[in-house]
Nanobody, 115 residues
Framework: QAQFVESGGGLVQPGGSQRLSCASS????????MGWYRQAPGKQRELVAT???????NYADSVKGRFTISRDAGKNTIYLQMNSLKSEDTAVYYC?????????WGQGTQVTVSS
C-alpha cells in the first residue's frame, strides 16, 4: 500500500520561507505524477502543485510564483519550497499521487504563517 510521510512544517512569519519534504513508499514512484495538497481549517482539501515524472510542473493560481515543487527520484521524495508566505497559506500540507490515492493520505505537516 502506498504511504506518504510529510515533514518540514512549522511556524513562520509572513513573508518567510519554508521547505516541505515528502517521502513515498509502496508505489512505483518514478512513473507517477505527484502533488502537494493542503487543507485549511474549515475548508476542503485543495491541490497546490503537481509534478509529472518528466518534471513538468503546475501550480494553483494562489501560489504561482511563490511555491516550487520538485522531486528526487533516487530518494522517492518530493519537495515544496514555499516563499513569500502569507497568512492564507496556513494549512495542513499533504502529498499524494496526482490524482490522489484516497486510502493513502498521510498525517500531513502543519504550516502556520503568523507574526
Amino acid at each position: 500500500q502506498a504511504q506518504f510521510v510529510e515533514s518540514g512544517g512549522g511556524l513562520v512569519q509572513p513573508g518567510g520561507s519554508q521547505r516541505l519534504s515528502c517521502a513515498s513508499s509502496g508505489i512505483f514512484y518514478s512513473i507517477f505524477a505527484m502533488g502537494w495538497y493542503r487543507q485549511a481549517p474549515g475548508k476542503q482539501r485543495e491541490l497546490v502543485a503537481t509534478i509529472t515524472n518528466t518534471r513538468i510542473t503546475n501550480y494553483a493560481d494562489s501560489v504561482k510564483g511563490r511555491f516550487t515543487i520538485s522531486r528526487d527520484a533516487g530518494k522517492n521524495t518530493i519537495y515544496l519550497q514555499m516563499n513569500s508566505l502569507k497568512s492564507e497559506d496556513t494549512a495542513v500540507y499533504y502529498c499524494n499521487k496526482d490524482p490522489p490515492i484516497q486510502d493513502s493520505w498521510g498525517q500531513g505537516t502543519q504550516v502556520t504563517v503568523s507574526s
